[in-house]
């Protein structure tokens, strides 16, 4: 074989068990996994922030920390592989001191929301806030002054509000090596670092796809939609209803939740959000594009066709009831069968419609014209 | 599809989305899939982060390109030439699985034979790829357990559409790759439920499942079912029904499709529209077609009624209602049931009676083996099933032709290269071929109607090689436009290097572009499949007023070429 | 292979672009096909990238703000420079400094601030030592014999790391790590590609005496790598050079000429990089990052880069005057090394700057206490309050402790490390709260903004400083405890570890000037 041949990936090992101690109890761990990994399997409750299983372990948010005997220092779970004979602690007095003061420090980074009448995370739900609530950070202490100031992006989707980002990354990790689009990154440093385009211009000039994982991923809501938040409704939460579909447009089959408002619309419902189920749960492992995300304005469009339309003697189109429309298309239908037989008729169904009406046309055309003259438009 | 129909006994991926990502090898072919599957894409990327190997073959450099190791940049229309040259390697080099072979197909001998004729070194003359690439990709493709094939309408929106995916299947069958994990052959479907309405049986050949309407077996099951007598004949292929419009069709039901604007060679499709009698449509927005109908009866979008989708890699999903359509627009299953029972009524026959979207679908899996595991009340539960499911105790099939191709055997099938039915010309001399982009969608209705989309892309271009363009003076942003036989439209020059020279590329998008007056409607003997990727044109500068100029928002799209960026 | 030397090709690309401009990130990506955004991301990491328009920066470090540098920025200014404070500039010997462009300008007032920079050093010592009693000699005449190098290659591999683990000898740079640990590690690695690393970006506050090796010495320091990668088995050896190293960079790329135009060391390739601005890149897997073309931002370790260095290969990464002792060591032998030191092995390289007579570069014997050093240096001026060791990270140390040995061990035991061994001495002029604040706000600019506990918790450390300062209550510092346990516990790498310690260290031997 030529040497230009390239690599081969050698089959997977076979698995055999380790052997650590998580909590004082014995378990078995599988090679590979981290430490996070095995205690999530095992019903522990370690707290992440820069965590996505479908990401490389950044270990930068320093939430996850536990105790590994044999290292001095902290150690965190999302990076340290597990190691046969290893004894990890995930809860004693020193991971509580360390929980609760590097989320008081978060906190203290954070903008005053209640006194801006803001609901943290926005329409999103604020992973950080929970957390300082389940571990008790104190809330008290002195908030710093704002260093991160907000940028105008004539963008239509993605809103970022920098003085809410406590940097997990999660987004310009996601962007590199998920969408593998980089068009944001960490820019800056220190306290001033940030999350930035290059040349701080709009992501339409950027190489973005708007795909919206950056939304997705944040943690605090720094990363949000900015439909909600140009029609007034940050800090509006949950919404009343969700539910979960399957997107209109490509053949890959998204699954995403639309979240709806029932009453808007005068009570027709109107969809606020899309968001992708959990990573690992659908075939689009968390993933949505920016069609999928986004492009769904034409549900509400007012060009929408609201009543059947008949073609009147000089050639306009005037609003008919559902009765007459039908009573036209039978009689036209029926002319054509009449005059020139069944096979004078053409039926074209549509990929972009369900599989049941996809039935039901070819159905019709063949059991109720006679004719198998049925194809889907996208016949290949 | 028939290709694959033919070859394997399966009409669809074999293998599934969540396997790319495990994938060694992954050869990608007429597949812009960046813009067509963004989310497959980043699967295909994830890969290749991962160490995977990409291989792309396409005319343009797409942005897939920026993260391959070779990128077969090849003729546009040259595909058989190409992958019969790769299966010349594969047999020379003795890179075949001669036990797969043996076990399970049929008709190698034939396709050595006529491989055999099929040099690399020939094939860099036809394709414009170098023998080496040609060689190197087949090896690496021939040589990794875990290699699968992807593709789009770039294998089959030729006239040798079929022959295209003939030349991939010999490779799969040759190769063995077939029947595991990560590897197979894998269409990538366009629409939401281009899987799913072929599998309902939206096909002139197929009841659901798959099954021939010219079997007699088969459409005597349909009758006892159906209660009625069934026509016999296969009928009109989709591009055909477009050429016999205002001929022998004189009466048709459109449902969510613009075909005006979606058809090829539109021009002489709409003069055809002309001789219709009548044309109902069912459609959630007016379109082109609309021009032409009779009566228009409003449907219902995704969000606003219940089904299923099936995706591309056989995936039956719930579709559910989360609005209400507006107005008195109707979900479409409901309006084809209120007109299958007019008519009935007025023929005599019995009314169909459905309570909801999950009896039509019992009814459907009933009479499909394939299918008849699956109910929308498992789909609810289990969240998605993949078709072979034969029985409500099926777990669903992730992968095809486990221990055996479906089909009992797989058949290979020898093909020899014709050239596309329209070559550049001295009148004519560049290739047009079309496509789509991210942000957009078939016909734009959905998409141009948001406010972020538009922005984002907002007018219609033409990619154009930047030695072509000099030879026009033309210059990037340029209004310009495009000619063939059958039509010209105006639309903006995007002068980049994505394309070959000699190569021109358009979105089918724009309306006010329209893309499809100028492809061909030739189509794939088989499938009758129109040749939307290679016509010939010409392309021609036009003088503007400085304020047009000035109007233009400059630019095209960001999804990154391999121009930008290529380290990842 | 070739994707990663485009990447490393990244922070030089920018240099030549001019710094982040407008329109940079967009042509250095075109150029090395590194996304634009991730350029953008490298630029704006490094101060010299990312604020190219700037005349001349003054240092803002403690011996340079001792020396007037606050008062010479307000003159620049006045004087219509386009100016800005710095980070140290590693010329606390010859305060205050200021960058111009790219070179140190030492010694610098208002008037010279448009003066031509001639090349300079600094003062040396001490006066008298007998050379054969020093491991470095910065006095002495370099060598370009290649001895020490032939010694090496008769002895192999095998018996050079045992005369560098007979030596003891230490990492200079900060850590204090047995060298020959380092050595044997990376020469056990499988993989058998692997690099060695020099360490030239010398940033701490108080230290310059890299520097000095560099330009004195530039044959001790390239001897000493070539007889590492030899020993290790490498082929490559990158110098990673502050990029403010203007006239250190000119004599090491000289004697790198000069060894390769004698062919001193076959089979030893140098290349050279520069830094662009960037404390942290003085920690080693940061420094490796940066050699990368990323944002020097320090790695988790485990993995060490001694396992997963550089371009994730076996990596031996040592700090200049580390290096710079190996050619004695194989010369004279692993116990004359030894034999050196009082309380640890070897002589070691002490820069003593701030209120001492003669500030420079002192090779004396390991564990001298602060008393020798600076009678070395001419004495005192002034009376003696506090002293900080090691550099900004070694906090602060009463007068009381100044007959302390300067050594790993003994400064550990009182809180302090040696550190870099860059001792800076403050008199009684000085208030601690505002000497505390020169240091904590170095580690908040060089902080690299990854981990929170460093990221915030420099910060806050300032501000209740600050709160304390413009009003001295208890409850301006009532977090400092927690936050500086946290920044110590949770802290990625060394610089966040130690952050604290000039405000803990003052708080304790200067209770009363807290408000404690």
């Known amino acids: 074989m030529s040497s230009q041949n390239p690599k081969r990936v050698p089959e997977e090992a076979s698995d055999p068990s380790l052997s650590v101690t998580l909590d004082g109890e014995t378990v078995d761990a599988r090679p590979g996994e981290t430490i996070l990994e095995l205690a999530e399997r095992h019903g522990k409750d370690i707290p992440t922030l820069c965590h996505d299983p479908r990401l490389a372990p950044a270990g930068a948010c320093r939430s996850c920390l536990v105790e590994v005997e044999g290292s001095r220092r902290l150690i965190p779970s999302c990076a340290t592989p597990v190691a046969d004979g290893q004894v990890v602690t995930t809860a004693n007095d020193r991971i509580a001191r360390h929980q609760k003061v590097l989320l008081a420090l978060y906190l203290a980074d954070q903008p005053d929301f209640a006194a801006r009448g803001e609901t943290p995370g926005g329409a999103q739900a604020c992973e950080l806030h929970a957390m300082a609530d389940a571990v008790g950070a104190p809330t008290d202490w002195p908030k710093m002054e704002p260093l991160r100031v907000g940028r105008e992006d004539r963008n239509p989707y993605v809103q970022f509000f920098p003085e809410a980002c406590i940097l997990c990354a999660r987004c310009t990790r996601y962007c590199a090596e998920i969408e593998s689009v980089s068009a944001i990154s960490l820019a800056g440093r220190g306290a001033e670092t940030t999350i930035a385009t290059a040349d701080d211009v709009s992501l339409l000039d950027s190489s973005c796809e708007l795909c919206g994982g950056c939304i997705d991923v944040c943690p605090t809501g720094a990363m949000t939609e900015k439909m909600p938040v140009t029609a007034g409704r940050r800090g509006h939460v949950e919404p009343e209803k969700v539910v979960r579909t399957t997107c209109n447009y490509c053949g890959v089959g998204c699954q995403m939740d639309l979240h709806v408002e029932p009453a808007a619309n005068d009570g027709r419902g109107r969809i606020e959000r899309v968001v992708s189920p959990e990573a690992g749960t659908t075939t689009n492992d968390g993933n949505l594009c920016v069609k999928g995300r986004f492009a769904y304005d034409f549900v509400d469009h007012e060009d929408r066709l609201t009543t059947p339309l008949i073609r009147a003697e000089d050639g306009s189109l005037r609003e008919a009831s559902w009765d007459e429309a039908l009573a036209r298309t039978v009689e036209g239908l029926m002319g054509v069968h009449e005059r020139h037989g069944a096979d004078a008729l053409a039926f074209v169904s549509s990929s972009r419609c369900t599989m049941e009406e996809n039935y039901l046309v070819q159905k019709m055309a063949r059991a109720v014209f006679g004719t198998n003259n049925v194809h889907q438009c996208a016949a290949t | 599809m028939a290709g694959l129909v033919t070859t394997f006994g399966a009409g669809a991926m074999t293998n599934s989305i969540g396997e790319i990502r495990d994938a060694d090898v992954l050869f990608v072919i007429g597949s812009n899939t960046t813009e067509a599957h963004p989310i497959i894409a980043m699967e295909m990327k994830r890969a290749v982060h991962r160490g995977a190997t990409l291989i792309v073959a396409d005319p343009r450099s797409i942005n897939l390109t920026s993260f391959a190791s070779r990128h077969l940049k090849l003729r546009p229309g040259t595909d058989v030439w190409l992958l019969n040259a790769m299966a010349h390697v594969i047999c020379a080099e003795g890179l075949v699985d001669a036990d797969f072979i043996e076990t399970n197909t049929e008709g190698f001998d034939a396709v050595r034979e006529t491989v055999a004729r099929y040099t690399p070194e020939e094939a860099e003359k036809v394709t414009g790829v170098p023998a080496d690439d040609i060689r190197w990709a087949a090896r690496a493709y021939a040589t990794t357990p875990k290699a699968g094939i992807y593709y789009t309408l770039g294998i089959t929106e030729h006239t040798h559409g079929t022959d295209n995916v003939y030349g991939l299947a010999n490779l799969v069958l040759m190769t063995g790759h077939l029947g595991k994990p990560s590897a197979g052959m894998n269409p990538l479907r366009g629409q939401n439920n281009v899987q799913g309405a072929n599998d309902a049986g939206a096909t002139p050949i197929f009841y659901p499942g798959y099954q021939r309407v010219d079997d007699p077996e088969v459409a005597a099951r349909y009758e006892k079912s159906w209660g009625v007598p069934l026509p016999r004949e296969p009928g009109l292929n989709l591009n055909v029904m477009m050429k016999e419009t205002g001929r022998s069709i004189r009466g048709m039901f459109v449902m969510g499709e613009d075909i005006v604007l979606s058809e090829p060679n539109a021009g002489a499709l709409e003069e055809r529209m002309n001789g219709l009698e009548f044309l109902v449509i069912q459609e959630i927005f007016l379109n082109e077609t609309a021009r032409f109908a009779d009566v228009i009866l409003p449907g219902a979008c995704f969000a606003e009624k219940d089904g299923v989708f099936t995706n591309s890699e056989r995936r039956v999903q719930r579709v559910r209602k989360a609005v209400e359509p507006p107005g008195q627009a109707k979900a479409d299953w409901e309006a084809v049931l209120a007109l299958a029972n007019a008519v009935a009524e007025k023929r005599g026959l019995t009314p169909w009676r459905y309570d909801g979207p999950a009896a039509i679908y019992a009814e459907m899996a009933k009479d499909a083996d394939k299918f008849a595991g699956i109910s929308h009340d498992r789909v609810d539960r289990e969240g998605g099933l993949q078709w072979p499911c034969t029985s409500p105790e099926h777990p669903g099939t992730r992968f095809l032709h486990e221990g055996g191709v479906l089909r009992g055997k797989g058949l290979f099938t020898a093909i020899e290269y014709r050239p596309s039915v329209e070559l550049a010309d001295p009148e004519y001399p560049l290739v047009l071929s079309t496509g789509r982009t991210l942000y957009h969608y078939n016909a734009a209705t959905q998409t141009r109607r948001g406010v972020g989309l538009a922005e984002k892309q907002p007018v219609a271009f033409c990619e154009i090689h930047p030695a072509d363009a000099r030879a026009r003076s033309i210059e990037q942003g340029d209004l310009v436009e495009v000619e063939t036989r059958r039509g010209k439209v105006a639309c903006r020059a995007m002068v980049s290097r994505q394309v070959r020279r000699g190569c021109i590329w358009m979105p089918l998008h724009f309306a006010e572009a329209r893309a499809n007056l100028l492809t061909v409607d030739d189509g794939d003997i088989v499938t009758q499949t129109a040749e939307y990727k290679v016509c010939a044109a010409k392309v021609t500068r036009v003088a503007e007023q400085p304020a047009e100029r000035d109007a233009f928002p400059g630019s095209f799209y960001a999804v990154a070429g391999p121009e930008q960026g290529t380290i990842h | ?516």
């Open chain 3, 1 to 516: 292979m070739p994707d990663d030397h485009r990447r490393a090709a990244v922070p030089d690309a920018l240099e030549r672009a001019g710094g982040l401009v407008p329109g940079a990130a967009r042509a250095v990506s075109a150029e090395t096909g590194v996304p634009e955004a991730h350029v953008w991301g490298v630029g704006s990491f490094f101060h010299l990238l990312a604020r190219p328009d700037v005349d001349a920066r003054v240092c803002t470090g403690l011996s340079c703000q001792l020396a007037g540098a606050d008062a010479l920025l307000d003159a620049a200014r006045g004087a219509g420079v386009s100016c800005e404070g710095v980070s140290c500039l590693a010329a606390c010997d010859r305060a205050p400094a200021v960058l111009r462009g790219r070179r140190v300008q030492p010694d610098a007032t208002a008037e010279t601030l448009g003066a031509e920079v001639p090349d300079w050093a600094g003062t040396i010592g001490p006066d008298g030592a007998d050379p054969d009693r020093l491991a470095i000699d910065l006095a002495g005449e370099p060598d370009w014999s290649g001895t020490a190098f032939a010694k090496a290659e008769a002895m192999g591999a095998d018996a050079v790391i045992e005369a560098i683990d007979v030596s003891g000898l230490q990492g200079r740079g900060g850590a204090g790590f047995p060298a020959a640990f380092k050595w044997k590690s990376v020469r056990g690695q499988p993989d058998e590609t692997r690099y060695v690393v020099l360490n030239a970006d010398e940033g701490e506050p108080g230290t310059f005496k890299d520097r000095e090796v560099l330009l004195r010495r530039p044959d001790r320091v390239l001897e000493g790598l070539a007889i590492a990668a030899r020993a290790i088995g490498a082929r490559d050896v990158y110098c990673y050079l502050r990029g403010e190293f203007e006239i250190p960079w000119k004599k090491l790329a000289d004697a790198i000429d000069r060894v390769g135009a004698a062919g001193l060391f076959p089979d030893v390739t140098f290349h050279m990089h520069a830094g662009q601005g960037a404390y942290i890149c003085g920690e080693e897997t940061a420094l490796i990052e940066a050699l990368e073309g990323k944002r020097g931002m320090p790695r988790l370790r485990p993995p060490f880069p001694t396992e997963h260095g550089l371009w994730g290969k076996p990596t031996l990464v040592h700090n200049v005057e580390t290096i710079a002792c190996v050619p004695a060591v194989v010369t004279r032998g692993g116990p004359w090394f030894k034999d050196l030191g009082v309380t640890g092995p070897g002589t070691k390289l002490y820069c003593v700057s701030g209120h001492v007579a003669r500030p420079g570069t002192y090779e004396m014997p390991l564990g001298v206490s602060l008393e020798e050093l600076v009678t070395a240096a001419g004495g005192y001026v002034g009376m003696l309050k506090a002293f900080s060791p090691g550099g900004a990270s070694s906090g602060f140390l009463p007068a009381s402790e100044k007959h302390r040995p300067l050594d790993f061990k003994s400064l550990a035991d009182v809180g302090s490390m040696l550190g870099s061994a860059g001792v800076v001495v403050c008199n009684d002029t000085v208030a601690m709260p505002w000497a505390v604040k020169q240091q904590l706000q170095f580690f908040e600019v060089e902080s690299c903004g990854q981990c929170a506990p460093c990221r915030i918790g420099t910060r806050f450390l300032r501000e209740a400083l600050d709160r304390h300062v413009a009003d001295p209550r208890p409850a301006a510092l009532a977090q400092v405890a927690d936050v500086s346990w946290e920044m110590n516990e949770g802290s990625i790498c060394g610089l966040g570890q130690a952050a604290c310690l000039p405000l803990t260290t003052a708080m304790k031997w200067f209770p009363e000037e807290f408000g404690q």
